[in-house]
């Protein structure tokens, strides 16, 4: 089933992405917060059922020969518990998906795939929590859990269970329900969700505490505040945090873009900090703010065709004038290093923090006849508008900062650096703007 949100506008066509939209009508990206999804996608397609049955070309019939053999032999010889016709080839597509060795494909059962699908709207049943894989020694990301791979807590979303049952930014989960994390990102995150009025129970390591916490958490429905605006430096910055990439994200971001602009607040902080992704015409719209014209990325699909996304008219701050600071660290991931990267390579923002989480491949969802669930492909890299694949080596900071482990809670070295970096800009005054009050709002997601 197509999403419950889809996003609004066409991208661009022609090419690779015309003869892909062919057979994936809906070219859409995806949010990967808890509650939808472990990993950090750029984007994803979602394909029409597909119920034919081609059967084996000729070509091909002498190397299928031996997945036919052990099939066969397993419904007639099998000794055990016989296991039904579905659970088999679910199970030979899921072997199939592995077999690429690619973290960001992966098969999922029916009610995987719909969850997934549900969390697109940015309404979601789980704890409320961002938490992305992050190294045991340091701050970089990672992809399979295990000694030194855990879940870690960058945000918990305000009045959400998992806010309210205690659990902080931070946090490292060691077990889910009393079972140690090994394996795949996206497993756990299946075992941390569930049905509304259900517990899960959480081992976390806090520092501080010289053991681990347990902390049990009733799920409900989750909505997910995805724009965070202030203002800083009484009143003459303009800070606007992004922590997903949706439809609605993007709209309240142009807004919150524009509210700046017309205070008259010419120097502007986008904090991307622990932001995992999400829709990239969401990352097209968000660039678009602060370009006018011009590329925000680039695609290139299995044909080798680089195909270019170019950022919309209109936007809110593209005033050269207006100077602007883009915050990224080691979960900075997917569309938002598509932001990042395009402002960043267009010479209209520093970027600083440390270095982003690197993942430059667009995924597409596909879902199976006969309620077999459905999968996700990596289909396409993208490539920042200087075409440069940051897969697995991220965006460098233009003003590297290191965050100790140790930093005091209610500190923020990055940001703190930035509004250095901005006080050293000079001046500039947009016509029309009015002169800014002190605000500090969370803006709701649009209905």
């Known amino acids: 089933m197509p999403p419950s949100n889809p996003p609004s506008g066409d991208p661009p066509t022609g090419g690779a992405?015309?003869?892909?939209?062919?057979?994936?009508?809906?070219?859409?990206?995806?949010?990967?917060?808890?509650?939808?999804?472990?990993?950090?996608?750029?984007?994803?397609?979602l394909g029409a059922l597909r119920a034919s049955t081609p059967g084996t070309p000729l070509a091909d019939r002498q190397a299928f020969e031996p997945f036919w053999d052990t099939y066969?032999?397993?419904?007639?010889?099998?000794?055990?518990?016989?296991?039904?016709?579905?659970?088999?080839?679910?199970?030979?597509?899921?072997?199939?998906?592995?077999?690429?060795?690619?973290?960001?494909?992966?098969?999922?059962?029916?009610?995987?795939?719909?969850?997934?699908?549900?969390?697109?709207?940015?309404?979601?049943?789980?704890?409320?929590a961002v938490i992305p894989a992050t190294t045991v020694s340091g701050n970089a990301?990672?992809?399979?859990?295990?000694?030194?791979?855990?879940?870690?807590?960058?945000?918990?979303?305000?009045?959400?269970?998992?806010?309210?049952?205690?659990?902080?930014?931070?946090?490292?989960?060691?077990?889910?329900?009393?079972?140690?994390?090994?394996g795949s990102v996206d497993d756990a995150v299946a075992k941390i969700r569930g049905a509304k009025g259900t517990t899960v129970v959480l081992g976390i390591d806090r520092a501080g505490s010289s053991s681990p916490l347990s902390i049990s958490i009733v799920r409900d429905v989750v909505?997910?505040?995805?724009?965070?605006?202030?203002?800083?430096?009484?009143?003459?910055?303009?800070?606007?945090?992004?922590?997903?990439?949706?439809?609605?994200?993007?709209?309240d971001f142009a807004a919150a873009v524009?509210?700046?602009?017309?205070?008259?607040?010419?120097?502007?902080?986008?904090?991307?900090?622990?932001?995992?992704?999400?829709?990239?015409?969401?990352?097209?719209?968000?660039?678009?703010?602060?370009?006018?014209?011009?590329?925000?990325?680039?695609?290139?699909?299995?044909?080798?065709?680089?195909?270019?996304?170019?950022?919309?008219s209109g936007g809110g701050a593209t005033d050269p004038r207006i100077r602007l600071v883009v915050l990224i660290d080691a979960n900075t991931a997917s569309a938002s290093e598509i932001v990042a990267g395009a402002l960043q390579a267009r010479g209209r923002a520093q970027l600083i923090g440390a270095q982003s989480y690197g993942k430059g491949t667009i995924q597409a969802f596909q879902q199976l006849s006969d309620d077999s669930g459905g999968f996700r492909l990596t289909i396409a890299k993208w490539l920042t508008p200087n075409k440069v694949w940051i897969q697995h080596v991220g965006l460098t900071p233009d003003v590297p900062v290191s965050v100790p482990a140790n930093n005091p809670a209610g500190s923020d070295p990055i940001l703190d650096r930035a509004l250095q970096v901005l006080a050293a800009a000079p001046t500039a005054v947009v016509p029309g703007a009015v002169v800014p009050g002190e605000r500090a709002l969370q803006l709701e997601r649009a209905a």
């Open 72 to 128: 066969n032999s397993i419904q007639s010889d099998y000794a055990l518990d016989p296991v039904d016709r579905k659970t088999l080839v679910e199970g030979a597509i899921r072997g199939m998906i592995n077999a690429l060795g690619d973290p960001f494909s992966q098969y999922l059962s029916p009610n995987d795939f719909q969850t997934t699908l549900e969390g697109l709207a940015g309404t979601f049943t789980g704890i409320g």
């Open 223 to 251: 909505v997910q505040k995805e724009v965070e605006t202030r203002s800083l430096v009484n009143g003459t910055v303009g800070y606007v945090r992004l922590v997903g990439f949706s439809d609605n994200s993007a709209l």
């Open 258 to 312: 524009r509210a700046d602009v017309a205070a008259g607040q010419t120097r502007l902080v986008v904090d991307l900090r622990g932001d995992l992704g999400g829709y990239i015409t969401a990352a097209q719209a968000v660039a678009s703010q602060f370009l006018d014209g011009g590329v925000v990325f680039y695609e290139r699909g299995v044909d080798g065709v680089d195909t270019p996304t170019n950022a919309t």
């Open 141 to 182: 990301a990672c992809t399979t859990l295990g000694p030194g791979c855990t879940l870690v807590v960058s945000s918990v979303i305000q009045g959400a269970p998992a806010e309210e049952a205690g659990v902080q930014p931070g946090d490292r989960i060691v077990t889910i329900n009393g079972i140690t994390l090994v």
């Open 17 to 45: 992405r015309a003869r892909r939209l062919q057979r994936l009508p809906w070219f859409i990206a995806f949010i990967a917060i808890l509650g939808g999804s472990g990993l950090f996608l750029s984007g994803f397609a």
